[in-house]
T-cell receptor, first 118, second 110 residues
Framework: SAVISQKPSRDICQRGTSLTIQCQVD?????MFWYRQQPGQSLTLIAT?????????ESGFVIDKFPISRPNLTFSTLTVSNLSPEDSSIYLC???????????????FGPGTRLLVL | QKEVEQNSGPLSVPEGAIASLNCTYS??????FFWYRQYSGKSPELIMF????GDKEDGRFTAQLNKASQYVSLLIRDSQPSDSATYLC??????????FGAGTRLTVKP
């Protein structure tokens, strides 16, 4: 499995500002994903980020609001722009990787970033 | 129909009992199935995976898969209070996209 870190672990931001979340993996991975998880809810996929190509966004999420960078195979950033209180959530990055006993890849998650927008 | 459906619970079982968590999926071509555990305030962690019809056991956990019925379940034997968490079912669809269920919240009461 992959070891994934995220920065910041939490932040409190003012309405109208932006927050950039960093995701670092300890090994090279092709597929990285960004999820949002609102309190008491399940995971909602925001976008898939592959190195060397533009991110693919899920329905309801747009690049202007959630720009993503993927400069190399171990790193990605998600920016949440023009923040509103509705953006208060946990943001999780995940990577697709194999683990012992798995012949197919599955997803491993970073620790998450808790965002509160005032 | 949602791609992956789970009973949201909460499911409450006494300590030492068997907890049974269920999941159905819509894509008949799905090949691999995963269970994640998510403690409150933490990120999901992979606990089980299953590819073939039947049962797969790992310690106190047993995953069961029935592709004909498009049904996958997780049994937790001898449930402990430390098993209290939300359990997410995940399915790798035929297009290789992974989809997560909404999760079932399990509470194990001492």
């Amino acid at each position: 499995s992959a070891v994934i870190s995220q920065k910041p672990s939490r932040d409190i931001c003012q309405r109208g500002t932006s927050l950039t979340i960093q995701c670092q993996v300890d090994s090279q991975v092709t597929m990285m994903f960004w999820y949002r998880q609102q309190p008491g809810q399940s995971l909602t996929l925001i976008a898939t980020a592959n190195q060397g190509s533009e991110a693919t966004y899920e329905s309801g999420f747009v690049i202007d609001k959630f720009p993503i960078s993927r400069p190399n195979l171990t790193f990605s950033t998600l920016t949440v722009s023009n923040l509103s209180p509705e953006d208060s959530s946990i943001y999780l990055c995940s990577v697709e990787a194999t683990s012992g006993g798995l012949y197919q890849e599955t997803q491993y998650f970073g620790p998450g970033t808790r965002l509160l927008v005032l | 129909q949602k791609e992956v459906e789970q009973n949201s619970g909460p499911l409450s079982v006494p300590e030492g009992a068997i907890a049974s968590l269920n999941c159905t999926y819509s894509d008949r071509g799905s090949q691999s199935f995963f269970w994640y555990r998510q403690y409150s305030g933490k990120s999901p962690e992979l606990i089980m995976f299953i590819y073939s019809n039947g049962d797969k056991e790992d310690g106190r956990f047993t995953a069961q898969l029935n592709k004909a019925s498009q049904y996958v379940s997780l049994l937790i034997r001898d449930s402990q209070p430390s098993d209290s968490a939300t359990y997410l079912c995940a399915v790798n669809m035929i297009n290789n996209d992974m989809r997560f269920g909404a999760g079932t919240r399990l509470t194990v009461k001492p």
